[in-house]
């Protein structure tokens, strides 16, 4: 990449592994997957960590292998994927489990009945700013597919500094509203968003992969699942929001609980807890730490899907070039760009700027048994900083860690995902669905593994 040079990394290329399918219980799931932030949460994040990027940097320059030295440069390219690749990003909205998840063993069945979640009481200094979309929005999944993902805009009308240190996404639709996205836009980047929706028609615009706005400095907010509530951390802590920003819902539509069939619609609202406040709050940032997905068709599947090339080309037609590169990306990321068929991958993330973590999150879809960040695994100094050994999407919880950890040059993350093509025939969402060989993608019946780590710099 032209701004490899530029680049201090924090990444180095991984191992991946794969050994024997681990078991677990049938654990109730969602019909969704979520989708990735936009590119510039992942610069924004770079940018703080002392690994800045030019303006004008695009997708297709991030995918554009021949102008990244593959040796001498190697953990350069490395970061400059991650910060296209790794825009996936969730946060500070947990998601809890309905009442019956206790008890209930059954693949999960739908999202009409989510309920309303109630926000955490407002504390010194907070206040709450409701939003709702200018307008309903009625969804169609293009190209064949069953999702759609459409940017909306809304303008919270900000005039004065201040930090977002909560957000609760409210679904006015939970049957057709499978996750949320929301994103403060900086003012820079106003104009072309209010452009962007201006020559689409109806509310918003198709935004697979990111929101399309280029690079330019943003502030993650928040991410909902099926019964999301609010996460507020303890700390003095927030993310940052300059006068002027625009928030963005990314919506994610998926119309298999209609059958394909259009005409629901959706006009959703999502309430942020603001404060202004002090010297001392540390801004936050997310880092997304990201893992192949490299999941063939269980015994006795089969299919046209069951090829990885065609499973791989399927994503590409149903989200585009910049999703259905990101099998590859995290190839080339995480190991020798050579795809290793396995329920279990990981993917290790050498540090060389110092942070300090505050809470973690991990993230997969239906098919995900498991998730695990750890720091330093395998020497003296190792710590578990997320552990989840019975994935289920219905609660996927931004989980605080007991004390902050600091992270510091020279250390390891490592991301490691299992999952299981056996489920599903056992999930009602997907048992109708052709078999597939699993990449990453944006969709129902493909798959994501992230840990998410809350941080802020660190002296």
């Known amino acids: 990449m032209?701004?490899?040079?530029?680049?201090?990394a924090i990444a180095e290329p991984a191992q991946v592994v794969n050994p024997d399918n681990l078991k677990g219980r049938v654990v109730r799931r969602a019909f969704t997957s979520l989708a990735t932030l936009p590119l510039a949460v992942a610069a924004q994040f770079f940018a703080g960590m002392g690994v800045p990027m030019k303006p004008g940097i695009s997708w297709k320059h991030c995918q554009t292998r021949k102008v990244i030295m593959r040796k001498r440069m190697k953990h350069r390219r490395m970061i400059a994927l991650a910060a296209c690749s790794a825009a996936m990003a969730m946060g500070?909205?947990?998601?809890?489990?309905?009442?019956?998840?206790?008890?209930?063993?059954?693949?999960?069945?739908?999202?009409?009945?989510?309920?309303?979640?109630?926000?955490?009481?407002?504390?010194?200094?907070?206040?709450?700013?409701?939003?709702?979309?200018?307008?309903?929005?009625?969804?169609?999944?293009?190209?064949?597919?069953?999702?759609?993902?459409?940017?909306?805009?809304?303008?919270?009308?900000?005039?004065?500094?201040?930090?977002?240190?909560?957000?609760?996404?409210?679904?006015?639709?939970?049957?057709?509203?499978?996750?949320?996205?929301?994103?403060?836009?900086?003012?820079?980047?106003?104009?072309?968003?209010?452009?962007?929706?201006?020559?689409?028609?109806?509310?918003?615009?198709?935004?697979?992969?990111?929101?399309?706005?280029?690079?330019?400095?943003?502030?993650?907010?928040?991410?909902?699942t099926p019964n999301g509530t609010e996460t507020v951390l303890k700390q003095d802590v927030g993310f940052p929001i300059k006068p002027g920003s625009l928030i963005v819902v990314q919506a994610h539509y998926n119309l298999l609980a209609t059958d394909g069939r259009t005409g629901e619609t959706d006009q959703s609202s999502v309430r942020l807890r603001l404060t202004d406040g002090t010297a001392a709050t540390q801004p936050l940032r997310t880092l997304p730490l990201q893992a192949p997905i490299e999941l063939p068709c269980a015994s006795g599947e089969s299919g046209v899907l069951c090829?990885?090339?065609?499973?791989?080309?399927?994503?590409?037609?149903?989200?585009?070039?910049?999703?259905?590169?990101?099998?590859?990306?995290?190839?080339e990321l995480c190991g020798n760009g050579k795809p290793v068929p396995g329920n279990t991958q990981h993917c290790d993330?050498?540090?060389?700027?110092?942070?300090?973590?505050?809470?973690?999150?991990?993230?997969?879809?239906?098919?995900?048994?498991?998730?695990?960040?750890?720091?330093?695994?395998?020497?003296?100094?190792?710590?578990?900083?997320?552990?989840?050994?019975?994935?289920?999407?219905?609660?996927?919880k931004t989980r605080p860690l007991p004390t902050p950890v600091d992270v510091k040059p020279g250390d390891t993350l490592r991301v490691t995902c299992t999952h299981d093509a056996t489920l599903r025939q056992q999930?009602?969402?997907?048992?109708?669905?052709p078999p597939r060989y699993v990449v990453w993608g944006d969709g129902s019946s493909d798959e994501m593994c992230t840990g998410f780590m809350i941080t802020s710099a660190a002296e």
Not at 309 to 319: G, H, L, P, Q
Not at 427 to 433: D, I, V
């Open 307 to 331: 090829d990885r090339a065609a499973s791989v080309a399927d994503v590409t037609k149903r989200f585009g070039d910049r999703v259905g590169g990101i099998a590859q990306q995290l190839l």
């Open 2 to 8: 032209s701004t490899a040079r530029q680049l201090d």
């Open 427 to 433: 999930l009602p969402a997907l048992s109708k669905l």
């Open 349 to 396: 993330y050498p540090i060389r700027q110092p942070m300090t973590v505050y809470a973690a999150l991990g993230h997969m879809h239906m098919l995900g048994r498991s998730i695990k960040v750890e720091l330093n695994p395998g020497t003296a100094r190792a710590q578990t900083l997320l552990d989840v050994p019975d994935f289920d999407f219905d609660n996927q």
């Open 92 to 224: 500070l909205t947990a998601c809890a489990p309905d009442s019956a998840d206790s008890e209930a063993d059954a693949p999960h069945t739908g999202h009409g009945t989510s309920s309303p979640a109630a926000s955490q009481p407002l504390r010194t200094g907070e206040r709450f700013l409701d939003l709702t979309m200018p307008e309903s929005y009625t969804p169609s999944a293009p190209n064949g597919g069953t999702d759609d993902y459409r940017c909306l805009l809304i303008d919270p009308h900000v005039t004065k500094p201040m930090f977002l240190t909560g957000a609760l996404f409210q679904p006015q639709n939970a049957k057709i509203v499978h996750h949320a996205v929301v994103q403060v836009v900086a003012p820079e980047a106003a104009t072309r968003a209010h452009a962007k929706d201006a020559e689409t028609p109806g509310p918003g615009w198709t935004c697979f992969g990111d929101t399309g706005l280029g690079q330019v400095s943003g502030t993650y907010a928040s991410a909902w």
